[in-house]
């Protein structure tokens, strides 16, 4: 197999060990600089695959992500955070890792060169959903297993990787590349692709869930106030959007169960909490199509 770039020793590095303290950050950071600029050249297929995984969520399907090490840690990372932030089913985003769960905090020798682990995992997709694989050299024989199975099934697939020539960006039916360069540290794909990863996960569920109405302009209009940092952020939204003090802000939310959503229609439209509740099924759950033009900034 050809070596990936992520691979190679970098020339900026080859001193790292013999730097102070102070000088070895500033070698690190800059070399993450680099990471935000590769994955701007990716744009237009993080997009793309934006639109695809919101198209398949409109369809009642599911966004799964797999990987092996550090990027099915990342992708388990970005599913757990799905349910809290936007209110949604810990069904609708999901991750899965080679070597499952033990692996997240203890590495399972050869998960990531099983085909039939990440075959068997992939049994859970149908037609309606999306398997993002994820890789830095874009070889586990752990992801192929998964790509298999999805195409049994005509899931969509998407790949996030570092390296074009891997198996996973021939076999995806689209890919997101980026091409972060060689490791501060030759080999370690958690620091420059880990963290292009991360910020590529991070597109791809928030861009999909504002594309379904989960947000209003920038506001977090389905987090579940779990906490009491969460139940200050709701009766400041409800504040803001609704344009009315706290104290009403809160005595709605009270009355709805902290449904940010509900509490807004129901102070703005006057609706009381039931009909409030129905208009917002009616509408998607999409807060703009609800809310009068005139406060729609």
């Keep these: 197999m050809a070596e990936v770039i992520t691979e190679y020793r970098n020339e900026n590095t080859k001193d790292i060990d ?21 994955v701007e050249d990716e744009t237009e297929n993080i997009a793309e695959a934006i639109d695809i995984i ?73 037609e309606n959903d999306v398997a993002v694989v ?39 039916g689209h890919v997101i590349c980026v091409e972060v360069g060689p490791e501060v540290i030759a080999g370690s794909s958690r620091l420059k692709a880990g963290t292009a990863q991360k910020m590529i996960l991070n597109m791809l569920s928030t861009g999909s869930m504002i594309k379904i109405g989960k947000t209003y302009e920038n506001f977090m209009i389905d987090l579940k106030a779990t906490n009491e940092k969460l139940k200050d952020r709701a009766i400041r939204i409800v504040g803001q959007i609704a344009d009315v003090p706290l104290s009403e802000a809160l005595a709605t939310l009270l009355k709805c169960n902290w449904e940010i959503k509900t509490a807004i229609v129901s102070i703005v439209m006057k609706y009381d909490i039931d009909k409030a509740r129905l208009e917002l099924k009616k509408h998607g759950g999409v807060l703009r199509k609800l809310l009068p033009e005139e406060i729609k900034l």
């Design 18 to 38: 013999i730097l102070s303290t102070v000088e070895m950050v500033k070698k690190m950071n800059e070399e993450d600089r680099l990471v935000a600029l590769a």
């Design 54 to 126: 919101a198209k398949q969520f409109l369809k009642g399907g599911r966004l799964f992500y797999f990987g092996a090490g550090t990027s099915g840690r990342l992708g388990i990372l970005d599913a757990s955070e799905c349910p809290p932030t936007f209110s949604v089913s810990p069904d609708m985003v999901q991750g899965f890792m080679a070597g499952g769960d033990k692996a997240f905090r203890t590495a399972v020798e050869g998960a990531e060169d099983n085909f039939d682990f990440g075959y068997e995992d992939a049994k859970v997709l149908s």
């Design 134 to 172: 994820i890789s830095a050299s874009g070889n586990p024989k752990y992801l192929l297993g998964v790509l298999s199975r999805a195409d049994e099934v005509n899931c969509r697939t998407i790949a996030v990787t570092c390296n074009s020539k891997g198996r996973i960006a021939e076999e995806a």
